[in-house]
């Protein structure tokens, strides 16, 4: 049997995840195996980590004592939720709780937990600045996760709070590729005005997780953020334009613009993105270029991941 340490891995289907099994996989030599843990062992995503040598794990966020069955026997375990999957911040919490004791009752000797800032900390519910949303959030998919940060540490979870960044990916998966305006040319369209966006491949998230868990014991009971750039508006439209070949405008909407968009989840991501103008020092600060460039050597720039992933791109033709 093999003496590699065991990294157990939520969300190994997905973006984060994925990202941190083909880190995993990609250090042979390092002493570390990833588990990969999902609902669905038949799914394509599990068997294709299943074909490629990575043991596949049934678990569900919802299921404590499955996730202790799955973290069992592991050193370390990656946790992430997936708030857009229900949009409860409730049940995103009690997820978190889940992973938090099941980790601690395995005896987990680390864990690196994905979280985001708790706004509600920087902007109370009463301070309607930013407009509090049902519940009482400010931002329920980030106010969720800086909430349970709170659950791994009375679990007596040894835990790594790892502070994400917002994906360039979600320019493919989430729906915020360019669109045409009125005058046929490519826009995107994000309401930070002249703000720094700390952003990143999203599998870099993963990688940066990998090297938390490399460098080990020193990482546990702290936090850190990784971004793989702080760009602005403009610098995320420029960099397309030269990856598309045509010109794309940056067209910084209000929060209000952006709330009336009215897709599901709207009102939290305009809160968000005020969030990041109106705190810009600080929420760059807690995502530090060269720290994540420690963390994973091989991070990913703007225009490297735009040379690799621009294809994927959904770009509307140009009519006419
Ligand atoms: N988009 C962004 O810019 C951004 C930035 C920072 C943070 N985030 C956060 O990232 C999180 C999502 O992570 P992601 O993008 O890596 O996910 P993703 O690619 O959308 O995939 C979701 C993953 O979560 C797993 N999962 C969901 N519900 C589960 C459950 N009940 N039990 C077990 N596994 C479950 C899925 O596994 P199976 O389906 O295989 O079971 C899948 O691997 C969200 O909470 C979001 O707020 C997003």
Request: net charge negative; glycine share 10%; proline share 5%.
């Amino acid at each position: 049997m093999s003496d590699d340490k065991i990294i157990a891995v939520t969300g190994a289907t997905g973006a984060q995840g994925g990202g941190l099994v083909r880190a995993i996989l990609a250090d042979p030599s390092a002493g570390f195996t990833p588990r990969a843990i999902t609902r669905n062992p038949a799914s394509q995503a599990a068997r294709e980590l299943a074909a490629q040598g990575v043991e596949v794990v049934q678990a569900d966020l919802d299921d404590e004592a499955s996730l202790r069955r799955a973290f069992a026997d592991a050193h370390g375990a990656f946790c992430v939720t997936n708030f857009w999957e229900h949009f409860s911040p409730e049940r995103e919490v009690a997820q978190a709780g889940n992973l938090a004791r099941a980790a601690r009752s395995a005896g987990v000797s680390h864990v690196v937990w994905s979280t985001l800032e708790d706004v509600r900390r920087h902007v109370p519910p009463g301070d309607e600045r930013i407009p509090t949303l049902a519940g009482g959030y400010k931002v329920p998919h980030m106010d969720a996760k800086g909430e349970a940060n709170e659950l791994f540490r009375r679990a007596g979870a040894p835990t790594t709070y790892l502070h994400t960044s917002f994906y360039w990916d979600n320019m493919i998966t989430f729906g915020m590729g360019p669109a045409r305006d009125e005058d046929g040319r490519l826009a995107i369209a994000l309401p930070i005005a002249g703000a720094k966006l700390p952003s990143i491949a999203a599998s870099d998230i993963g990688a940066c997780a990998y090297g938390i868990f490399r460098e080990g014991e020193d990482w546990i009971g702290r936090s850190v953020g990784v971004a793989g750039g702080h760009l602005t508006g403009a610098e995320l439209a420029a960099g397309l334009a030269d990856a598309l070949g045509e010109t794309v405008v940056y067209n910084a909407v209000s929060p209000e613009e952006y709330r009336a968009m009215g897709f599901a989840g709207a009102d939290g991501l305009a809160n968000m993105f005020q969030f990041k103008v109106e705190f810009e020092e600080v929420y760059c600060a807690a995502r530090d270029l060269m720290v994540s460039r420690r963390l994973h050597p091989g991070l990913t720039s703007y225009e490297r991941w735009l040379e690799q992933s621009a294809g994927r791109i959904p770009v509307p033709v140009a009519v006419g």
